[in-house]
């Protein structure tokens, strides 16, 4: 990589620290370090913008994969560390024409606050002069024939002239800079007709206005001109106005991060350090009013939280010492001390957070295939063009340019570019107000289209109760005490993330934890791990272990040593609050509700029975799982899977649509298509409602695309559309398009 001179705030970009506040890292088996950076990109207005900058992040080396939308104005940019640097990127895009800055609070604030400066003055110049040009061409409306002199005519032509410069040079820079870009690389974008229409309207104009009855003839169009380059740059104006609004609101929910934070010295002082800085171990001080900086548990005083962006509760949540908070969560009662366990990348905010970034840079295959269109389309609105030029030029020569101007105005496909995206980003911000964050925006169309909805039981259908676990222990556990099993039980439940072990591990009557080695999670059928004596202690099924069928109303896990059980816990299975009603929500609309469980196939049929569910499968293994799914998916049956253990990660993978809940386990997680962070089976039912109205949305966009240009150009062909009332239109289409979607997100 050649060494350049950079900026100096290119330079703060490169320092690791300040890499990590917009990327994500991984590590690949090699040893090679990935980051993923999240870049606001500032002058898109179009798929074929996206598309341009998408190939010049492409051509950079050390780049792996970049994906851009132009709808949310984001790229995601994969790359390898050591091979190339986030100021590499930023200039790359800058040589394309547009401008990147770090998907961060500060960095999208200044980016957009220039953007918005720009586009004010762009169509406050344009608007001015467009007045001041009426204001010339209205003695030639007015007067009667004759009246006006050739010589006065030609004098106010050439102050149109001259007032059409700034407009051109100015005000339509976006369009024509847009065209060139797209040009030069070869291919057509959504600037090229208006830019040709601009172009070819101004030197039409410039040649009738200094030659009079030459080539051009003696009309000039300088005032349809320089309305049309208003009316679309007022479009495009309310169009970011109307983003901007979404990424402040978006922002207000996910930008609670604080910069610095109160560390607590050796001393009981405080100093204020940067968030950056910050390592595990650190213990902070946190003020009311606060966001917690990073994940830990409180070690000193009591207070209530704020959790409604990570839970989606919007009830506070008391805390005491010792027990766990989150990033991005807020301090509502007392000043209290975190000790810090995870930071950064780690924390369940950024978690969210890089979803977010994520499922805005993803295309649904629709799309794409729709881009594909999008070149042909254009060449046959230029060529349709040329034709109507030619029409009219033996019709009437003197109207030739001006139709053919209107149809290149009139035919400009952004209000069908942009039907779909503005939709389904609405609708994916719209869901992740109400608890449900997509990985994946084709989830939207999954969740609109599901037939069949097979959920798990424990930890999704079910939660922990009051938390109060009752062992029994069995004749082989008889050597070892109540204290001494719990304690077994306890230290290994605090490994694990299923439901069962977080209720354990809240469980206070344990003893003596236990220093494990050679730890294992085996899939379906718990945890274990070697004890200092050398004995294998597992926490989960046991083989050989009691019929539990007359359990009750309990759902039990075992602790056996060495393969046989010991001892067994209790607990009470409850219902989530909300399960009933959700899954006859879903019935109503439609939906094949089923449940597929690892638990004892009485107790599942029992809360099969709760629900009102008829197909309640139990005892299964991840296998059987996967095996339900595909037979449902060889039916022809759009499946959709919900789930939270490390055992419901195949199915979540082979899924046509897939969510984890939010408290599950992080390889769900990560083979899901989106996240309940809420844990709220009610917000499953809304974000399917959100979906249906988001495709309802995608279709009313694109009828009013289509109707709008089977009307409009004709028209155009027939002269009676006039350039700057095809630029009017054009420009409310596209805004009708945008403000039709935006509905979604609110």
Same mark, same amino acid.
């Given at each position: 990589?050649?060494?350049?001179?950079?900026?100096?705030?290119?330079?703060?970009?490169?320092?690791?620290?300040?890499?990590?506040?917009?990327?994500?890292?991984?590590?690949?088996?090699?040893?090679?370090?990935?980051?993923?950076?999240?870049?606001?990109?500032?002058?898109?207005?179009?798929?074929?913008?996206?598309?341009?900058?998408?190939?010049?992040?492409?051509?950079?080396?050390?780049?792996?994969?970049?994906?851009?939308?132009?709808?949310?104005?984001?790229?995601?940019?994969?790359?390898?560390?050591?091979?190339?640097?986030?100021?590499?990127?930023?200039?790359?895009?800058?040589?394309?024409?547009?401008?990147?800055?770090?998907?961060?609070?500060?960095?999208?604030?200044?980016?957009?606050?220039?953007?918005?400066?720009?586009?004010?003055?762009?169509?406050?110049?344009?608007?001015?002069?467009?007045?001041?040009?009426?204001?010339?061409?209205?003695?030639?409306?007015?007067?009667?024939?004759?009246?006006?002199?050739?010589?006065?005519?030609?004098?106010?032509?050439?102050?149109?002239?001259?007032?059409?410069?700034?407009?051109?040079?100015?005000?339509?820079?976006?369009?024509?800079?847009?065209?060139?870009?797209?040009?030069?690389?070869?291919?057509?974008?959504?600037?090229?007709?208006?830019?040709?229409?601009?172009?070819?309207?101004?030197?039409?104009?410039?040649?009738?206005?200094?030659?009079?009855?030459?080539?051009?003839?003696?009309?000039?169009?300088?005032?349809?001109?320089?309305?049309?380059?208003?009316?679309?740059?007022?479009?495009?104006?309310?169009?970011?106005?109307?983003?901007?609004?979404?990424?402040?609101?978006?922002?207000?929910?996910?930008?609670?991060?604080?910069?610095?934070?109160?560390?607590?010295?050796?001393?009981?002082?405080?100093?204020?350090?940067?968030?950056?800085?910050?390592?595990?171990?650190?213990?902070?001080?946190?003020?009311?009013?606060?966001?917690?900086?990073?994940?830990?548990?409180?070690?000193?005083?009591?207070?209530?939280?704020?959790?409604?962006?990570?839970?989606?509760?919007?009830?506070?949540?008391?805390?005491?010492?010792?027990?766990?908070?989150?990033?991005?969560?807020?301090?509502?009662?007392?000043?209290?001390?975190?000790?810090?366990?995870?930071?950064?990348?780690?924390?369940?905010?950024?978690?969210?957070?890089?979803?977010?970034?994520?499922?805005?840079?993803?295309?649904?295959?629709?799309?794409?295939?729709?881009?594909?269109?999008?070149?042909?389309?254009?060449?046959?609105?230029?060529?349709?063009?040329?034709?109507?030029?030619?029409?009219?030029?033996?019709?009437?020569?003197?109207?030739?340019?001006?139709?053919?101007?209107?149809?290149?105005?009139?035919?400009?496909?952004?209000?069908?570019?942009?039907?779909?995206?503005?939709?389904?980003?609405?609708?994916?911000?719209?869901?992740?107000?109400?608890?449900?964050?997509?990985?994946?925006?084709?989830?939207?169309?999954?969740?609109?289209?599901?037939?069949?909805?097979?959920?798990?039981?424990?930890?999704?259908?079910?939660?922990?109760?009051?938390?109060?676990?009752?062992?029994?222990?069995?004749?082989?556990?008889?050597?070892?005490?109540?204290?001494?099993?719990?304690?077994?039980?306890?230290?290994?439940?605090?490994?694990?993330?299923?439901?069962?072990?977080?209720?354990?591990?809240?469980?206070?009557?344990?003893?003596?934890?236990?220093?494990?080695?050679?730890?294992?999670?085996?899939?379906?059928?718990?945890?274990?791990?070697?004890?200092?004596?050398?004995?294998?202690?597992?926490?989960?099924?046991?083989?050989?272990?009691?019929?539990?069928?007359?359990?009750?109303?309990?759902?039990?896990?075992?602790?056996?040593?060495?393969?046989?059980?010991?001892?067994?816990?209790?607990?009470?299975?409850?219902?989530?609050?909300?399960?009933?009603?959700?899954?006859?929500?879903?019935?109503?609309?439609?939906?094949?509700?089923?449940?597929?469980?690892?638990?004892?196939?009485?107790?599942?049929?029992?809360?099969?029975?709760?629900?009102?569910?008829?197909?309640?499968?139990?005892?299964?293994?991840?296998?059987?799982?996967?095996?339900?799914?595909?037979?449902?998916?060889?039916?022809?049956?759009?499946?959709?899977?919900?789930?939270?253990?490390?055992?419901?990660?195949?199915?979540?993978?082979?899924?046509?649509?897939?969510?984890?809940?939010? %408290?599950? *386990? @992080?390889? !769900?997680?990560?083979?899901?298509?989106?996240? &309940?962070?809420?844990?709220? /089976?009610?917000? $499953? =039912?809304?974000?399917? %409602?959100? *979906? @249906?109205? !988001?495709?309802?949305?995608?279709?009313?966009? &694109?009828?009013?695309?289509? /109707?709008?240009? $089977? =009307?409009?150009?004709?028209?155009?062909?027939?002269?009676?559309?006039?350039?700057?009332?095809?630029? &009017?239109?054009?420009?409310?289409?596209?805004?009708? =398009?945008?403000?039709?979607?935006?509905?979604?997100?609110?």
């Amino acid at each position: 990589m050649a060494a350049t001179t950079l900026s100096p705030d290119l330079q703060v970009l490169d320092d690791e620290r300040e890499i990590g506040c917009f990327s994500r890292w991984r590590t690949t088996d090699s040893g090679q370090r990935l980051a993923e950076s999240s870049l606001r990109i500032g002058g898109m207005h179009c798929t074929a913008c996206a598309t341009t900058v998408e190939r010049a992040l492409r051509a950079v080396d050390g780049v792996l994969d970049a994906r851009v939308s132009a709808a949310s104005a984001c790229a995601t940019v994969q790359w390898a560390f050591g091979e190339t640097r986030p100021s590499v990127l930023v200039e790359a895009v800058a040589r394309a024409g547009y401008q990147a800055v770090p998907d961060t609070a500060a960095g999208v604030r200044s980016l957009r606050q220039k953007e918005s400066r720009d586009a004010a003055w762009r169509l406050f110049v344009a608007a001015f002069c467009a007045m001041q040009v009426m204001m010339l061409a209205t003695p030639a409306y007015l007067g009667e024939a004759g009246h006006l002199l050739a010589e006065h005519k030609r004098v106010l032509d050439w102050g149109s002239w001259l007032l059409s410069l700034p407009v051109m040079v100015f005000s339509a820079g976006p369009f024509l800079t847009g065209a060139w870009r797209s040009l030069r690389g070869r291919r057509i974008g959504m600037d090229v007709p208006a830019a040709l229409g601009m172009l070819v309207a101004f030197v039409a104009s410039t040649g009738a206005a200094f030659d009079p009855g030459g080539l051009f003839g003696r009309e000039v169009y300088f005032d349809s001109l320089t309305m049309f380059v208003s009316f679309l740059l007022a479009g495009r104006y309310l169009e970011m106005c109307a983003r901007h609004q979404a990424e402040r609101s978006l922002e207000a929910s996910f930008g609670r991060m604080p910069e610095v934070a109160l560390k607590m010295n050796a001393d009981g002082g405080t100093t204020p350090i940067s968030v950056l800085r910050l390592q595990a171990g650190d213990v902070v001080c946190v003020p009311v009013g606060e966001a917690f900086c990073a994940d830990g548990v409180l070690t000193q005083g009591a207070t209530r939280v704020d959790e409604s962006l990570l839970t989606g509760e919007s009830a506070a949540v008391s805390k005491a010492s010792g027990d766990a908070v989150v990033a991005g969560s807020l301090n509502l009662s007392a000043p209290v001390a975190m000790r810090v366990d995870r930071l950064g990348a780690d924390t369940r905010y950024e978690a969210i957070v890089a979803m977010m970034r994520g499922a805005r840079t993803q295309r649904p295959a629709s799309l794409s295939q729709a881009d594909r269109w999008a070149g042909p389309f254009l060449w046959g609105v230029l060529a349709l063009a040329v034709g109507a030029a030619a029409v009219w030029s033996q019709i009437d020569p003197a109207r030739s340019v001006w139709v053919a101007v209107s149809v290149l105005i009139v035919t400009c496909p952004c209000a069908l570019s942009l039907a779909a995206p503005s939709a389904l980003l609405s609708a994916a911000t719209g869901m992740a107000r109400r608890g449900l964050l997509l990985r994946r925006i084709e989830a939207i169309e999954g969740l609109a289209s599901m037939d069949v909805l097979f959920i798990d039981k424990t930890g999704t259908l079910t939660e922990g109760g009051d938390g109060q676990v009752r062992m029994v222990r069995l004749d082989a556990g008889t050597r070892w005490g109540d204290d001494e099993l719990r304690g077994k039980a306890w230290s290994l439940a605090n490994w694990s993330t299923h439901p069962l072990s977080r209720m354990l591990a809240k469980d206070s009557l344990h003893g003596e934890a236990e220093v494990w080695v050679d730890l294992k999670e085996i899939r379906g059928q718990g945890l274990e791990g070697c004890a200092r004596d050398g004995a294998v202690w597992r926490l989960g099924k046991a083989p050989g272990a009691p019929d539990a069928e007359a359990c009750g109303f309990e759902t039990e896990t075992w602790l056996s040593r060495d393969g046989r059980p010991v001892a067994c816990f209790y607990f009470q299975d409850t219902l989530r609050p909300d399960a009933l009603a959700a899954v006859q929500a879903l019935a109503r609309d439609g939906v094949t509700v089923a449940m597929l469980s690892g638990d004892h196939p009485v107790r599942v049929m029992r809360t099969g029975r709760q629900l009102g569910l008829s197909a309640c499968l139990g005892g299964l293994s991840p296998a059987d799982k996967l095996a339900s799914v595909k037979e449902a998916q060889g039916r022809g049956l759009h499946v959709a899977m919900l789930g939270d253990g490390i055992n419901d990660a195949p199915v979540l993978a082979q899924a046509d649509t897939s969510i984890a809940m939010g %408290a599950g *386990a @992080r390889i !769900a997680r990560a083979q899901a298509d989106g996240v &309940l962070v809420s844990n709220s /089976l009610q917000d $499953l =039912v809304q974000a399917r %409602a959100l *979906a @249906r109205r !988001a495709l309802g949305v995608v279709r009313q966009n &694109l009828a009013w695309a289509a /109707l709008y240009n $089977l =009307v409009c150009v004709p028209l155009a062909l027939a002269g009676m559309l006039p350039p700057w009332a095809a630029g &009017l239109g054009m420009a409310c289409s596209s805004l009708v =398009v945008v403000l039709n979607a935006w509905r979604l997100s609110r």
